[in-house]
């Protein structure tokens, strides 16, 4: 067998259903289990109060955005930077657009970062930090794996 | 991919993208799969192959199986003769990406 491909994961609030891992959807599982036996045996109002712990775990599922050595995956989408012909760069918008050769496109957008911090300005700086770190992953990952690649600065 | 030993190029990761695009996606069965044999992966639906791609630079003599979950080899003369997927497992196989030279 080969080792699993080893991924970078950065929070990020992509528009695509959130995807569970198997040991969480597991986990919640058997806590509305746990939590339905308490109320079947004990008491109605323990065994409620209990199913928020599942509750809890199924909404906190993060959103990511996956950073691979061939390709990222965000949400339903992957991009293999092998296939990005060209890549658009706007730090006014906050934007890094991947074209791929097969016409599909991909954008990460800096305002999909999620809040950490809760002063303004704060706030702005530590998204625009996430948002230049990944970008800049991004196209040296492309850079690497395709020779034809263009950057735009828009 | 890599059990066909074929190497990290543009021709590989535009074929890749295309299978796993279709691997995953929502509108596929569960019992649908890719079958590599003799220089071409093939795509089955219901037991009838709806997408078929030549790799001729693919060096791998054996028959192999995969789908969204596993991979494996099957015996190719029970394949090609009856359509049986016997599975022979990925003994043998090579799954790391091949090193360009």
Redesign the interface.
């Known amino acids: 067998?080969?080792a699993p491909t080893a991924f970078t994961s950065f929070r990020y609030q992509h528009t695509d259903e959130v995807t569970r891992s198997r040991q969480r959807v597991v986990f919640v599982g058997a806590t509305v289990v746990l939590a339905l036996a308490v109320a079947a045996m004990f008491a109605v109002p323990v065994g409620a109060a209990l199913l928020v712990v599942p509750l809890f775990a199924w909404v906190a599922a993060p959103r990511q955005l996956l950073l691979g050595p061939?390709y990222l995956l965000c949400g339903?989408t992957?991009v293999?930077f092998?296939?990005v012909k060209r890549m658009t760069l706007s730090h006014a918008h906050g934007k890094l657009r991947l074209e791929?050769?097969?016409g599909m496109a991909f954008v990460l957008e800096r305002r999909r970062f999620p809040r950490s911090v809760l002063a303004v300005e704060k706030l702005v700086k530590s998204k625009a930090t996430r948002f230049d770190k990944l970008a800049g992953k991004i196209i040296a990952q492309a850079r690497a794996?395709?020779a034809n690649v263009v950057l735009i600065s828009a | 991919m890599?059990a066909l030993r074929l190497a990290?190029?543009?021709a590989?990761?535009?074929l890749?993208?295309?299978l796993?695009?279709w691997l995953?996606d929502g509108a596929r069965l569960q019992e649908d799969h890719l079958v590599y044999q003799q220089c071409a992966i093939s795509c089955y639906s219901r037991g009838h192959m709806i997408e078929h791609y030549e790799v001729p630079w693919a060096d791998q003599t054996r028959t192999l199986w995969c789908n969204a979950r596993k991979l494996s080899a099957i015996d190719g003369p029970a394949f090609t003769l009856n359509a049986q997927l016997i599975m022979q497992g990925?003994g043998g196989l090579v799954?790391?990406?091949p090193v360009v030279a």
């Open positions: 067998m080969t061939r339903n992957i293999y092998g296939n791929c050769t097969n794996t395709s | 890599n990290d190029d543009s590989r990761t535009e890749e993208e295309t796993v695009r995953v990925t799954l790391t990406l």
